[in-house]
């Protein structure tokens, strides 16, 4: 089993930057593929950013390229994500998720199917 939780979301004006973390503790933690999703109320979750077990493969949706970095630091059992040159249309829940079935392949997934295990979510707002 996996438990993650998220923290770092907040306020902040458009064109602003925030650093998102997912503490993630478990016994298999170390080895899973990890994935940032969004979510606005009505709407579908949806990928934006997901980092291999070992840090060297990473990947983002189309319209977070160039803005938001993904990262994980193995000492602190943390994931990160770096956003920045934020847009109100960011605004949204931010859900981090473990994938545990990559361990050999060494990728990610960008589909919420292949994660098992979810935090409870960090809300970012973006004001205009």
């Known amino acids: 089993q996996v438990q993650l939780v998220e923290s770092g979301g907040g306020l902040v004006q458009a064109g602003g930057s925030l650093r998102l973390s997912c503490e993630g503790s478990?016994?298999?933690?170390?080895?899973?593929?990890v994935g940032w999703f969004r979510q606005v109320p009505g709407k579908v979750r949806e990928f934006v950013a997901a980092?291999?077990?070992?840090?060297?493969?990473?990947g983002y949706a189309e319209s977070m390229k160039g803005r938001f970095t993904i990262s994980r630091d193995g000492t602190k059992n943390t994931v990160y994500l770096q956003m920045n040159s934020l847009k109100p249309e960011d605004t949204a829940v931010y859900y981090c998720?473990?994938?545990?079935?990559?361990?050999?392949?060494?990728?990610?997934?960008?589909?919420?199917?292949?994660?098992?295990?979810w935090g409870q979510g960090t809300q970012v707002t973006v004001s205009s």
């Open positions: 998720a473990a994938d545990s079935s990559r361990y050999y392949s060494g990728g990610y997934s960008s589909a919420l199917s292949a994660y098992e295990f």
């Open positions: 478990g016994r298999t933690w170390s080895r899973c593929a």
């Open positions: 980092i291999s077990w070992t840090g060297h493969n990473t």
